[in-house]
Structure formats: C-alpha cells, structure tokens
C-alpha cells in the first residue's frame, strides 16, 4: 500500500539556523499536504502543492514537490522558537472519493534560544 | 466558534469498557475522518466518510464503529477498550472538490483516551 517517508524524526537547532524536513512517497502523489502540529496541539494545514516541481514560499517557509510527484521537502531560513512543532507531510494518491490522505512520520523540530 | 469541535478531550478508562467520542463540524464540509495518533506522534488514518456514506475503512478492530447521522457529525465507539488503544483521537473534515476528497483537512483538538 502507499507509503509516505519523513526524515529526519527529530531536528534541534540552534534559533538562527535553517531547518529542512524530507518526504518521500512509494507511489505518484496527486497532491502533497504540509501540516505543523504544536506541543500538546493539532495539526494545522500549512500548504498545499498539486503541479510537478511547483515551489511555494510562506515568509521563512519554502516548500517544494518534486518533478515525479513523489517527494517534497519544507525548508525553514533562520528558525525562530515559534517554529517549534512537527512538521508533517501528507500525501494523497488518486484523485476519486476514496482517495485517502497518508501523513509521514513526521520531524520534530526543537529549538536553542 | 469552533470550526471542528470534539469531545470528550481527555478520556481515562479501564480495560473492557465501552466508550464513545463525539465530533461535529460547522464548516459545511462534506466528508470527515477519524485519525489516530499514537505515542510516536505517527496519524495513521482510521475511517473517512462522505455525505454519511463510508468511503475509507483502514484494518482497523471491530471494536472500532464510527457513525455519522448526517454529513456534519462524525462519531467514534470503541468497544471491549485495550491497552493499545490508549492515542489521541483526531475528527477531521475537509471540502470535496469534484469527485476528490483530498482538499485540506481540519483537525479537531484531539480526544486523548488512556486506557487503564
């Protein structure tokens, strides 16, 4: 079944540094979700990536899906403690009602102030 | 106003019980889901339902029966509870867009069940 590969598990940083998280999809994604979830929160919907190669930048966040559609990476300049948090990534495979959206394992992120 | 309410948040039980959780949403959303995350944080999806038909039933125990009276409601029953039952539950909706559910998903705040 489809398969959706996060690394690295955890990331601590110092506040300053980049941070980058990977995602790796066994099969060909229809569109490729990124969520955030704070300590003790939900996760929250940050972006979402549909085209081959499309690159999208929030502020210090840029994310990209890759040219086959199978991995996407989110990359973070110069973290700030409120980037503390797992990022997930969430890939969707097919495009009917019973397409099924598969999360990554997720990276924590922690950060030295 | 709470765009994906759950509840109850915190829930402590003993082996064997029964237990319900309850999820609504006000956002007009048409399709709903129940996800699971364990104590590795990993959210493995558990159930998806669309206009209160069920679409998506991952290998999950019989003891789990979700139920969705209409297309804003979204509950969860588990019965017989084990210890390895003990996650956080997350309700989530999102918007069909054409035949594909896979616009962005809301997350509830999460049901956090510990089972004893």
């Known amino acids: 079944g489809q398969q959706v590969m996060q690394i690295p598990q955890y990331q601590h940083v110092q506040e300053g540094e980049d941070f980058t998280t990977y995602c790796n999809s066994s099969t060909t994604l229809s569109n490729i979700q990124w969520y955030k979830q704070r300590p003790g929160g939900h996760p929250v919907f940050l972006i979402q990536?549909?085209?081959?190669?499309e690159v999208k930048k929030q502020k210090r966040l840029t994310f990209q899906f890759g040219e086959a559609k199978k991995n996407s990476s989110l990359h973070i300049t110069a973290t700030q403690t409120t980037d503390v948090g797992t990022y997930f990534c969430a890939g969707a495979a097919g495009y009917s009602s019973a397409s099924k959206i598969i999360f990554g394992s997720g990276t924590r992120l922690s950060i030295r102030p | 106003d709470t765009a994906v309410s759950q509840t109850p948040k915190y829930l402590v039980t003993q082996m064997g019980n029964d237990k319900s959780i309850k999820c609504e949403q006000n956002l007009g959303h048409d399709t709903m889901y129940w996800y699971k995350q364990d104590s590795k944080k990993f959210l493995k999806i558990m159930f998806s339902y669309n206009n209160k038909e069920l679409i998506i039933n991952e290998t999950v125990p019989n003891r789990f029966s979700p139920k969705s009276p209409d297309k804003a409601h979204l509950n969860l029953h588990i019965n017989s509870l084990e210890l390895g039952d003990s996650a956080v539950y997350f309700c989530?909706?999102?918007?069909?867009?054409?035949?594909?559910?896979?616009?962005?998903?809301?997350f509830g705040e999460g049901s956090r069940l510990t089972v004893l």
């Open positions: 990536l549909v085209k081959s190669g």
């Open positions: 989530a909706s999102s918007h069909t867009t054409g035949r594909s559910n896979t616009g962005e998903l809301f």
